[in-house]
């Protein structure tokens, strides 16, 4: 059974909390939200390729998508952004000092659902 539509649904659901948290002013939720909304699609590609992905590094997962799926380099590079989401936006040792929602504002959360928004429609233009 191929799950693929699952997770790519996930992932446009989790892209939709992001802007809610934003528009909260949860913006550290709003970036993990996005990184977990664009880490769901390209696992969903993955899927759709009949692959097995591992891990939560977007960048990683782009790359090892197969050579028949060219993935521009800037997409793997706004990757790398989203995937400085992945902890630093929940856990307070994650910095030197403060808690995560002081760390995280509008300009990154903004940034954060952009790009995400770029993976989903990179990820939906393969599956199509």
């Known amino acids: 059974m191929n799950r693929s539509p699952d997770w790519f649904n996930q992932a446009l659901r989790d892209l939709e ?3 809610g948290a934003r528009q909260a002013g949860r913006h550290e939720w709003a970036c993990f939200a996005a990184h977990q909304a664009a880490e769901k699609a390209v696992r969903a590609l993955h899927l759709r390729l009949g692959q097995e992905a591992w891990g939560h590094v977007i960048a990683r997962l782009l790359e090892e998508l197969p050579a028949a799926v060219p ?6 590079e706004k990757g790398r952004v ?8 929940r856990y307070p040792d994650a910095h030197p000092q403060g808690a995560p929602f002081e760390h995280y504002g509008p300009l990154q959360s903004e940034e954060a659902m952009r790009y995400a928004g770029e993976v989903l429609a990179f990820v939906r233009a393969q599956m199509a």
Do not use: G
Request: charged share 10%; net charge negative; hydrophobic share 60%.
């Open 71 to 76: 993935v521009p380099a800037d997409l793997i």
């Open 17 to 19: 909390l992001a802007a």
């Open 82 to 89: 989203l995937d400085n989401f992945y902890i630093p936006t």
